[in-house]
């Protein structure tokens, strides 16, 4: 590719940062998609080093993927959708970085997956993957609800779910709660035998481990043990009133973005699946849309 | 002092590591109590590094205090009592410490807790300070219950308490839960206006942030706030039972230890009220009565 992009034909590149992947996809106008990258975790909220390694990371096996040298990133204008950025703090880290590419332009990792689904138009959101939030973008006004991370918020997320069964799965064991499968399954899942086994596997450790207890959980509550089926009705419940919450301020679209979006959906009120769209983009092409309109403005 | 001490004359020091602080008791069976010091956080389970550095500057705080020179820990016997080391991969990291001492001998904080609170005598004890647990030592068999840490277990313990409050904060920010004084109370807490100003003061925060918080929800449940009493009432209804589950092993002294033993004491069952006894000595002089009796037997 030549690097002496005009304004009228610039290459951008849209990231989407997440509690366990960072995703980056180069865009050309004329050609569409030309490079993709995946690289590890990239949550402002639990490392900013981290964060700027896996951006790196991700941005420079995109550019490979597009036959592109290394220093071909200062000729990319960037769209960075993050999870943090809404903390004034955290924003401020991500804009003073010395970035590799031409410009940069940050939103909320809520805001890019927001126009990807809705492939650049307005509309809600609900995003329940590691974690949990819920965006609208409607009449160029942002609204943003629940999220604030784990292990504060993001109830019904996956982090959420894999917290909250393996707490009744050590109760259970220490015999203060009810007799449940989820404390086989757990045990199971991390090849242990007791409570000691769980708490060294799970202590001091990140949402995505947390998260991948997601499944464990959901399978649970679909062979109707009571423990298991209690925790998902009350994260699907509160899933429901977050997409109700959004329905308030009127969205053209809605859709549901994660990896628990599609297995939690049975759980949902039936007002709220009735009104699910799909995704008509991934967030990491939110985040070149976001970069071009930005490019665009300025 | 003489370093030249002999082993049937010898120095014992005392190290209680818990989730904010680590104290340190140096002890001659002579003259009892000659020096103490206090430093940070020394719980293994939050870091490795932090513990060891938190154990040496209290140690060398107790020397100083004892009138002795920081290579006089040599000749100490030293007995730690620090959360986590049930864990095996933790216990073997810390007795693998190129320590400073003469000797060393590590068991759980429960146990020189135990040991400190029934001076030296058998018993039971829950803690409850910034983190919760339950233990017993009865006819030299020992019952460990509960604990697990922050976020995974710990209910009842100041930072679980602070933790759920924020939670109901939040959610009542974002419209989801009901009215509750707990969200003003935070607000001023942390001297911010909204729900982004709370997670910013929490977010990726250790236990003892969260349990900086628990004084603010007893105090809004002592002013029959529905919301903080209803979290107080959960936590201490899993004390009460912790409790009943350690007196079924009939341990004949039972005691509560931390920061949170005695406002939340108003809040047990009866039957638990009856059966408490004041503790007898701090667990840094529990973890020096370790040592001694390690020491004899080795």
Same sequence: chains 1, 2.
Avoid at 200 to 226: F, I, P
Avoid at 278 to 296: D, I, N, S, V
Wanted: hydrophobic share 40%; glycine share 12%; aromatic share 6%.
């Amino acid at each position: 590719m030549s690097v002496n992009q005009t304004k009228e034909k610039p290459l951008f590149i849209g990231i989407d940062g997440g509690g366990s992947k960072c995703r980056a996809t180069i865009y050309s106008s004329e050609d569409g998609v030309i490079g993709t990258g995946v690289a590890g975790r990239a949550n402002p909220l639990h490392g900013l080093s981290q964060t700027f390694e896996s951006i790196q990371m991700s941005t420079e096996l995109a550019l490979k993927d597009a036959g592109m040298s290394l220093s071909d990133s200062r000729a990319l204008v960037a769209g960075l959708g993050l999870a943090g950025v809404n903390v004034p703090r955290l924003y401020q880290d991500i804009v003073s970085w010395d970035h590799p590419f031409a410009d940069m332009f940050v939103t909320t990792d809520l805001h890019t997956a927001c126009i990807g689904a809705h492939r650049g138009g307005e509309g809600a959101v609900i995003i329940t993957g590691t974690g949990s939030c819920g965006y609208a973008n409607v009449d160029d006004k942002h609204l943003c609800l629940g999220g604030h991370g784990f292990a504060l918020g993001d109830k019904g997320s996956g982090a959420w779910l894999g917290l909250k069964a393996a707490e009744q799965a050590l109760l259970h064991l220490d015999g203060f709660a009810e007799k449940t499968i989820l404390t086989e399954c757990i045990l199971n899942h991390f090849k242990v035998h007791d409570a000691m086994g769980i708490v060294e596997n799970l202590a001091g450790q990140t949402s995505s481990v947390y998260a991948k207890l997601a499944r464990t959980v959901l399978e649970c509550a679909n062979e109707q043990d009571h423990v298991a089926k209690e925790i998902v009705k009350e994260g699907a419940a509160y899933i429901s009133e977050l997409a109700r919450k959004l329905f308030e301020v009127n969205p053209p679209r809605f859709s549901m973005i994660g990896g628990l979006a599609e297995p939690l959906a049975p759980w949902l009120d039936k007002d709220v699946i009735a009104k699910l769209s799909p995704t008509l983009a991934p967030p990491e092409l939110g985040a070149t849309y976001f970069a071009r309109q930005k490019f665009r403005i300025k």
